[in-house]
């Protein structure tokens, strides 16, 4: 079965106003969500990314230059990523499209898993 | 990934978010009220940054007053204007982190949670400002949802709450209880505007349902609070506690399946909350203590009147109308004159409800209330003047009110040529 991995792109000012209230109810869809995915045994893993800034390495006439970021220039900043396992891009995208992550603005970013260099 | 299969406490972040706000209030001072909303809104975010990956926590509370505890320490290693006082409120922090507290009350943060409330409602602040600053900190509502349940702009409850702080800020407000002798009025303050919450929640007659329930409840909460700590209790306390929870307990049964709004008299009595009601006797029981008797108390027995009648034909509106007697002794409100002409409906019939009617009429309070020629025209229906019972309702539906309540008011003018 393919492999594809859910990138969770933030939009972190969409929540900044939301209640206390508001935010659990957020929290609670998101849980409920990955409960019916796990449950059907297609949520393989999930992961939240630290907190910006990374670092970014890049190598320019022999040099290695790491400097902090990417500080995104977009409001977007990856958050974290899932792997599921689904049949097709479009099964991928069916199960990700319950994800309370697309009510506040966020976006999600689905790419297969290149399993054949595996 | 590993989820606490309990999930979430119903509005464990609200009520978790007031007491950390009034925890770290108590730490850095009430000057700093932005800075400590904005440490507690962070680790409101953290947690919805990061338990979708990692599942809830097995001690979700737990958790987040540890981030917010964190929070706090980099604030202070952060912002130069801690820079004396930070040893001391690092060693504080670290001290009374309510690290281990579960789901059950935590004393320390009782303590905490009261004194927001008396600093919320500090004579200092014009009331509406008491009410909109206790919704925002002490209940974690949002500034939409406040402008939701008040009806009133965002823009407006935002200016309240900047100017609220500001005041605070240069009165320099000791974050504390009351002096004894200071007590007692600052207490009515507080009774007051968990008075107007729960009003503003159950009786209001616009805004958005889930926000009102929500305030009926936060309300029933911060007066149990004020009930049930020892520096606080008194019988005026516990009257508005019953009050609160007898009036709540028939919350429910006020609207059938279909959102019509269903009359006292034709509830499914069944429908009416017993958890609350117990609650509501069990804080009357304890408002009877000592000889003062205040408005809350007359509200609350009448409440409680109306939950002990186990049918509509039981209900005792002769004890019923002497409360309203009473009551429009304590609190000669328009309002109150005009609840009391259904007990004397009850009691003595339509024409001497009519009779007392007349005068409110002319009330200015009254002017824009749909309840009163709604009334007026149930009483007109009800000896069987057709023609004014329909303009009464007519003139009813030309005021606001919300949409249940336009349909009641349609359906009582079908009745009406139904009949004729």
Same mark, same amino acid.
């Given at each position: 079965m393919p492999k594809y991995v859910l990138l969770l792109h933030d939009a972190p000012d969409s929540y900044s106003s939301l209640s206390p209230e508001q935010l659990q109810q957020v929290i609670q869809k998101y849980v409920a969500w990955g409960e019916t995915l796990r449950k059907t045994g297609v949520l393989q893993g999930g992961q939240k990314l630290a907190d910006e800034p990374g670092r970014i390495m890049r190598q320019k006439n022999g040099q290695m230059r790491v400097t902090d970021g990417p500080y995104s220039e977009t409001k977007e900043v990856l958050g974290g990523y899932y792997i599921v396992s689904a049949g097709s891009y479009e099964r991928a995208i069916d199960l990700a499209r319950d994800c309370p992550h697309f009510d506040y603005g966020g976006a999600i970013e689905v790419r297969e898993l290149d399993t054949m260099s595996q | 990934m590993t989820t606490d299969p309990k999930g979430l406490v119903d509005h464990l972040f609200r009520e978790r978010s007031g007491q950390m706000v009034a925890w770290l209030t108590r730490v850095f001072g009430a000057a700093y009220l932005d800075l400590v909303e904005e440490v507690v809104q962070d680790a409101l975010l953290k947690a919805l940054q990061q338990w979708p990956y990692s599942g809830v926590p097995s001690n979700p509370a737990g958790w987040l007053c540890q981030v917010a505890r964190n929070g706090a320490l980099d604030v202070l290693r952060r912002d130069s204007a801690f820079r004396s006082r930070a040893p001391a409120i690092a060693a504080e922090l670290t001290r009374s @982190?309510?690290? @281990?507290?579960?789901?059950s009350a935590d004393p320390v943060f009782e303590d905490d949670e009261l004194k927001m409330i008396f600093l919320c409602c500090h004579p200092a602040l014009p009331m509406d400002t008491r009410v909109a600053l206790s919704l925002k900190t002490v209940s974690g509502f949002s500034v939409q949802e406040i402008g939701r349940a008040f009806l009133t702009s965002d823009a407006t409850i935002a200016q309240r709450l900047v100017r609220a702080k500001r005041r605070l800020r240069e009165l320099d407000v000791p974050f504390d209880l009351p002096s004894a002798e200071d007590l007692s009025p600052r207490l009515d303050a507080v009774l007051e505007v968990i008075y107007l919450l729960f009003n503003e929640g159950y009786a209001s007659r616009g805004g958005d349902e889930l926000v009102r329930a929500d305030l009926c409840f936060e309300a029933l909460r911060l007066a149990r609070l004020v009930a049930r700590s020892a520096r606080t209790e008194s019988p005026a306390a516990h009257a508005l506690a019953a009050l609160i929870a007898l009036q709540a307990a028939r919350r429910r049964a006020r609207l059938d399946d279909r959102g019509e709004i269903v009359l006292l008299e034709e509830q &499914?009595?069944?429908?009416? &909350?017993a958890g609350l009601t117990a609650l509501g006797f069990a804080h009357l029981e304890r408002s009877a203590a000592g000889s003062v008797m205040t408005a809350y108390h007359v509200q609350a027995a009448i409440a409680a009147a109306h939950t002990s009648a186990s049918s509509p034909a039981d209900t005792p509106w002769r004890d019923i109308l002497r409360l309203y007697d009473d009551l429009a002794v304590l609190n000669p409100s328009p309002l109150v004159r005009l609840n009391r002409i259904v007990a004397v409906w009850k009691v003595h019939g339509s024409e001497a409800a009519l009779t007392d009617l007349r005068p409110l009429e002319a009330e200015p309070a009254l002017q824009s209330y749909y309840l009163l020629p709604a009334l007026k025209g149930r009483l007109l229906a009800s000896i069987g003047d057709q023609g004014a019972a329909r303009h009464a309702f007519e003139m009813a539906l030309a005021l606001p009110c919300s949409e249940p309540e336009q349909r009641f008011l349609e359906k009582q003018l079908k009745e009406l040529g139904a009949r004729s």
């Amino acid at each position: 079965m393919p492999k594809y991995v859910l990138l969770l792109h933030d939009a972190p000012d969409s929540y900044s106003s939301l209640s206390p209230e508001q935010l659990q109810q957020v929290i609670q869809k998101y849980v409920a969500w990955g409960e019916t995915l796990r449950k059907t045994g297609v949520l393989q893993g999930g992961q939240k990314l630290a907190d910006e800034p990374g670092r970014i390495m890049r190598q320019k006439n022999g040099q290695m230059r790491v400097t902090d970021g990417p500080y995104s220039e977009t409001k977007e900043v990856l958050g974290g990523y899932y792997i599921v396992s689904a049949g097709s891009y479009e099964r991928a995208i069916d199960l990700a499209r319950d994800c309370p992550h697309f009510d506040y603005g966020g976006a999600i970013e689905v790419r297969e898993l290149d399993t054949m260099s595996q | 990934m590993t989820t606490d299969p309990k999930g979430l406490v119903d509005h464990l972040f609200r009520e978790r978010s007031g007491q950390m706000v009034a925890w770290l209030t108590r730490v850095f001072g009430a000057a700093y009220l932005d800075l400590v909303e904005e440490v507690v809104q962070d680790a409101l975010l953290k947690a919805l940054q990061q338990w979708p990956y990692s599942g809830v926590p097995s001690n979700p509370a737990g958790w987040l007053c540890q981030v917010a505890r964190n929070g706090a320490l980099d604030v202070l290693r952060r912002d130069s204007a801690f820079r004396s006082r930070a040893p001391a409120i690092a060693a504080e922090l670290t001290r009374s @982190t309510p690290g @281990t507290m579960n789901e059950s009350a935590d004393p320390v943060f009782e303590d905490d949670e009261l004194k927001m409330i008396f600093l919320c409602c500090h004579p200092a602040l014009p009331m509406d400002t008491r009410v909109a600053l206790s919704l925002k900190t002490v209940s974690g509502f949002s500034v939409q949802e406040i402008g939701r349940a008040f009806l009133t702009s965002d823009a407006t409850i935002a200016q309240r709450l900047v100017r609220a702080k500001r005041r605070l800020r240069e009165l320099d407000v000791p974050f504390d209880l009351p002096s004894a002798e200071d007590l007692s009025p600052r207490l009515d303050a507080v009774l007051e505007v968990i008075y107007l919450l729960f009003n503003e929640g159950y009786a209001s007659r616009g805004g958005d349902e889930l926000v009102r329930a929500d305030l009926c409840f936060e309300a029933l909460r911060l007066a149990r609070l004020v009930a049930r700590s020892a520096r606080t209790e008194s019988p005026a306390a516990h009257a508005l506690a019953a009050l609160i929870a007898l009036q709540a307990a028939r919350r429910r049964a006020r609207l059938d399946d279909r959102g019509e709004i269903v009359l006292l008299e034709e509830q &499914d009595r069944s429908r009416w &909350d017993a958890g609350l009601t117990a609650l509501g006797f069990a804080h009357l029981e304890r408002s009877a203590a000592g000889s003062v008797m205040t408005a809350y108390h007359v509200q609350a027995a009448i409440a409680a009147a109306h939950t002990s009648a186990s049918s509509p034909a039981d209900t005792p509106w002769r004890d019923i109308l002497r409360l309203y007697d009473d009551l429009a002794v304590l609190n000669p409100s328009p309002l109150v004159r005009l609840n009391r002409i259904v007990a004397v409906w009850k009691v003595h019939g339509s024409e001497a409800a009519l009779t007392d009617l007349r005068p409110l009429e002319a009330e200015p309070a009254l002017q824009s209330y749909y309840l009163l020629p709604a009334l007026k025209g149930r009483l007109l229906a009800s000896i069987g003047d057709q023609g004014a019972a329909r303009h009464a309702f007519e003139m009813a539906l030309a005021l606001p009110c919300s949409e249940p309540e336009q349909r009641f008011l349609e359906k009582q003018l079908k009745e009406l040529g139904a009949r004729s």
